[in-house]
């Protein structure tokens, strides 16, 4: 399949007759493993039919020539994975994917990772087992989820979003109805952002942009653009911050900045609030 990408799939013969084993090759592209279940092997015989494949030695895996042309096909994964330290991460040990691909998420493991890339249909999960932080750098997620970042309500209060170059997350399925997307990032835990970055979340007139259902706290030498509000259950401040925040609201129904907790902003915090602010 010529519209492979972030890897490669190789077959050892070009021409196969009948019965004639042949091996397929398959090399990922570094941080970018292949998808559990994408690789496939099908032919047409009153409809598409699916050859089993054999796993062999390394990345090979070996199928049966049948009385037809072959197709192979496979996907790798848009984001990359790599720890803090630029060494690489372990998928299975560090970050997993799910089975198939079912939710597209990227599931984060341990702490001390950094995610980059560009991705339409992956997101991100953060959950058990992720200890203190995790890097987004010039990562932009348009996910067909409906979340672009999910944080677990079993993240501690010291877990960071640790942001460095531009980085923008926003998600476009429609949950309910046509128009309704859902939260680029939502928190169930706790979040301190930190970092020189610029960060871009957008949601929409139903959703806020962002939305924290324990204690959010935002430290940012860069930019933080909003678009779609901030919307906190518990505290939400802006504290030691010498970066910019610009939060809009799209509609009425979550204003630009809402906290129903305490909401404060710290010294040498900047803030350009469009529809105002309201807290209770």
Known sequence: DSGITNGKVTVNKSVAAKDDNVTITVTPDEGHPLKKGSLKATYENVGTQTLALTPGEGNTFTFTMPEANVTVTAEFADLVVTKNDGSDAIEGEDYEWPE???????HIKKSGLTVSGKATTESI??????????????????????????????????????????????????????????????????????????LSLVGDQYHPALKAQKDLTVSLSGKLTVDGGICGTNDVSFTNSVGTVVAYAKEAYCGAIYSFGDFTFGEGVTCTVDAGYKTD
């Open 125 to 198: 999960e953060v959950g058990a087992g992720t200890a203190s932080d995790l890097t987004i750098e010039n990562l932009t997620i348009d996910s067909t989820d409906s979340v672009a970042i999910n944080i677990w309500s079993n993240i501690t209060s010291d877990f960071k979003l640790i942001v460095k170059g531009d980085n923008r997350l926003s998600v476009t399925q429609s949950v309910i109805g046509d128009s309704t997307k859902g939260n680029p990032v939502i928190l169930s835990g706790y979040l301190t952002v930190v970092g020189d970055g610029n």
């Open 100 to 106: 198939a691909y079912s939710n597209h998420r990227l």
